[in-house]
């Protein structure tokens, strides 16, 4: 079979009804034992220059592997089974590819141990170790013996060996292909299975590492922290390095000599962070690393041994970048929509990681002076003709979504707000922050007030996540003031809960009662009956009854507790997966609040009062007319009055008369352009005539529907026919914009412009496997009209 033909996917899910049983039966006689053919695990590797590097060079190429798509889909099964385990095997160090971890959790942890360093003056350095082509190293002798003593059971072994038992691959060059190879270790690169089985075999490194005595790592209360991991990517926070890089060295060879693990060391790079001068000297001699002499880059980012450098080491060069990327997609021919399309998928992207992997504060002027250069390449640097407040409405509420960064990097700050309450399994950073502030609480403090002494214990990145919080948490209505999350221990309103004094809350503490929600029945405080009844509370808690009983009757005087969509947030985040896309729909939610101006306007010329529901079904089917940009964009510039009008340019131009240019001597208002000129009066009742013909039934002339896209079925249409005549409405104002300052569109310019439509649509409906549901809509127009 070949290996991995690039169409092949679709075929599988279009064919999936008769290949799955087969493809079971193969997969379930790979667990059982059975070896599969050689041409399974056949590869074809494909090599891409790397930029900047001599093309005469081998390694100069980098190469990429194509599998077999059957045995990937046959891996992926594999590692969706394992991934499950992994959080229980692997340590929380490593966060690359384990289910709820990721890069955010290892950069923020690394920036409060260098606070920490300082805090504390524990010399220490960073130790960024490059691992010589990592993955296709690893012994499979020890892969299998790493396997067993992780608890694997045999058959899943035997269904990863089945992986391994004759792989093989051949280079493709210059449309030739090379003769095939055995591949005799390391994991297949391109493989779903691979990296999970060498984070399994990296474990036991990192233990050794952790275990070691005489390795020593940055203290916080009773813990050490030695090493970060992403992968391979391994970073380590060393003190006492005279005595701790030995040892390293040690560890890494005799796993080295087990593993097949090498470490490349005159590519490892070390970034001092607070030893003396002598020591880092003597180190420099003593030891070959590449030596950072102000920042060491870790997964994208660059660490800088003092925590205030981290914005101009990181944000600065990323904006310029992104400056840049503009520039040069300003000559391109891109449509305004996709324009902002462009900004979302490529742009926003790289903000958007260093927003949640730095928790460091951005000066305001920054992301407002980017924001201005995103719409200045929305605009082409001409005037706006949509507000910015309307641009960045979700398009369910009339907008286009267009990315506020303002906004993003909150969301992203505020993300962390719900880690330290999430219940996704042990975290480092937040351990580590938690530990810092002891002994209060971390999940508490973003409810209650803060005291002076607790303030003195934060570390700087939980200061700013509360500093974010405090500014919008009630102003966007992420929490009220008599919020059900209010903690009644450690907290400054309740004394009597506080420290030793607190001690004697102790049956409260066990059955739960810690804030304000969990104590409420129905939304009052319970007689204590309730609590007799129900919980059988001792009588010498009486005195605390009524001591909680006091306090909570004062919250409950300044308001009911509602639960908030972000509280709820944080009582059931079991995983931060989506976190900031939906934290980001909060703190929009506001402003959504005002209907869209246009809609003023629309009601105004249509004489009629639209309902919340047809605006919500106009802007529905305006964006979901179709997958064609070009279609897309001129719904939404009509629904938004995108177009100059001669009323609204005389405005911007006193000399023009602000008369139709169609010479009707009528004032140019927008919808006169639109609908109510004579000439296009004819035009659109010849559009509407040619749309019954085609349904074989009455539709009068409508402007919502004609304009807007109506879904409204007060004509009679059926779904199918309403698609259809939206379809041809769309064609119709397309046409009229390209004429927008000429005669208008004959009736055979809209009929090419509808075959134009159907024609995309068809080839778009063959690539998804829709066909059917494209010829329903069609089939009116495909019987009344020839090409």
């Known amino acids: 079979m070949e290996s991995a033909p690039l169409k092949i996917p679709e075929d ?95 950069i923020r942890r690394t920036v409060n141990l260098l606070s920490i360093a300082h805090a504390t003056k524990q010399p220490s350095l960073l130790l960024s170790l490059d691992a010589e082509k990592a993955f296709d190293r690893v012994d499979w002798t020890y892969l299998w013996e790493v396997l067993r003593r992780f608890g694997v059971g045999e058959g899943m072994i035997r269904g990863i060996r089945a992986l391994y038992t004759s792989p093989s691959a051949s280079v493709m060059t210059m449309g030739g292909r090379s003769r095939p190879f055995d591949i005799l270790n390391g994991t297949r690169q391109g493989c779903p299975l691979s990296p999970l089985l060498f984070a399994l075999c990296l474990e036991p490194l990192a233990e050794q590492i952790r275990g070691h005595p005489d390795i020593s790592g940055i203290a916080v209360g009773n813990k050490t922290y030695k090493l970060s991991l992403f992968a391979d990517d391994i970073l380590l926070t060393i003190t006492r390095p005279l005595v701790s890089l030995p040892n390293l060295y040690g560890c890494l060879s005799s796993f080295g000599a087990l593993s097949g693990y090498k470490i490349n060391i005159t590519k490892s790079e070390a970034l001092n962070i607070s030893l003396p001068p002598e020591v880092v000297t003597h180190l420099q001699e003593s030891f070959t690393f590449r030596w950072c002499p102000h920042r060491l880059q870790y997964l994208g980012i660059y660490l800088t041994a003092q925590v205030p450098q981290l914005y101009t080491s990181n944000f600065p060069d990323m904006i310029k970048h992104i400056k840049s990327l503009l520039r040069q997609w300003s000559s391109y021919s891109i449509s305004w929509m996709g324009r902002i399309y462009a900004l979302k998928m490529t742009a926003l992207p790289k903000l958007l990681y260093l927003f949640r992997t730095l928790p460091i504060p951005i000066p305001p002027t920054v992301l407002h002076d ?26 369910i509420h009339g907008g286009l979504a267009a990315p506020d960064l303002a906004l993003y990097y909150k969301s992203a700050q505020l993300t962390q707000i719900l880690q330290w309450s999430s219940r996704r399994g042990r975290v480092c950073w937040v351990d580590i922050e938690n530990d810092h502030v002891a002994p209060s609480c971390l999940s508490q403090i973003p409810w209650r007030q803060i005291s002076a002494a607790e303030r003195g214990r934060l570390l700087p990145t939980t200061t700013h996540s509360l500093d974010i919080w405090s500014k919008v948490k009630y102003c966007m209505s992420l929490t009220t003031t008599t919020s059900g999350l209010l903690p009644l221990r450690d907290n400054p309103l309740f004394p009597p809960w506080i420290g030793e004094e607190g001690r004697a809350f102790a049956w409260w503490l066990g059955k739960g009662f810690t804030t304000l929600g969990a104590v409420l029945l129905q939304g009052k405080f319970p007689r204590w009956e309730y609590f007799r009844e129900s919980h059988d509370i001792p009588l010498r808690e009486f005195h605390r009854y009524s001591q909680l009983r006091h306090f909570v009757s004062s919250r409950l005087n300044i308001g009911t507790p509602v639960e908030t969509t972000f509280e709820r947030l944080v ?54 007319i179709t997958t064609c940009t070009l279609i897309k964009e001129n719904c939404y510039k009509l ?14 131009y006193p000399t023009l008369t602000g008369l139709c240019t169609r010479g009707c001597g009528k004032r140019g208002t927008f919808y006169h352009m639109w609908w109510e000129c004579g000439m296009v009066t004819v035009l659109w009742s010849t559009v509407f005539a040619m749309i019954s013909r085609a349904l074989a039934l009455p539709v009068p002339p409508d402007p919502a529907l004609a304009l807007l896209n109506s879904p409204s079925r007060r004509h009679g249409l059926s779904r199918p026919s309403l698609r259809l005549t939206h379809r041809i409405c769309t064609a119709t104002r397309i046409c009229i914009a390209r004429s927008w300052k000429r005669e208008l569109p004959s009736l055979p310019e809209i009929v090419a412009k509808v075959w134009y439509i159907y024609k995309m649509e068809r080839l778009t409906a063959q690539l998804h496997d829709t066909l059917q549901q494209c010829t329903k809509i069609w089939e009116p127009w495909l019987s009344t009209q020839t090409v």
């Open 571 to 624: 009582m059931r985040s079991s995983s931060t997966a989506g976190a900031i896309s939906q934290i980001y729909s909060l703190l929009l939610r506001p402003s959504l609040e005002r209907p869209c101006s246009y809609q003023l306007l629309w009601e105004t010329d249509l004489g009629r009062q639209l309902t919340n529901e047809e605006w919500g079904a106009i802007k529905e089917s305006s964006m979901g």
């Open 12 to 106: 599988y899910k279009k064919f999936r009804t008769q290949l799955a049983p087969l493809l079971t039966n193969m997969y379930n006689g790979f667990l059982e034992g059975k070896t599969p053919p050689t041409e399974l695990l056949a590869a074809s590797i494909v090599v891409i220059p790397k930029e900047g590097k001599d093309p005469s060079a081998c390694a100069s190429y980098r190469p990429i592997s194509l599998l077999n798509v059957d045995m990937k889909i046959y891996a992926k099964v594999l590692a969706t089974r394992l991934s499950r385990h992994l959080p229980s095997l692997v340590h929380p160090d490593q966060v690359g590819f384990i289910p709820s971890r990721g890069a955010p959790d290892n």
């Open 639 to 652: 629904l938004s009055r995108w177009y100059l009008d001669p009323v609204r340019l005389q405005k911007i």
């Open 370 to 395: 980017l924001q201005l250069v995103f719409y200045r390449y929305i605009w082409q640097g001409k005037k706006p003709r949509v507000s910015r407040m309307i641009l960045r409405r979700p398009k």
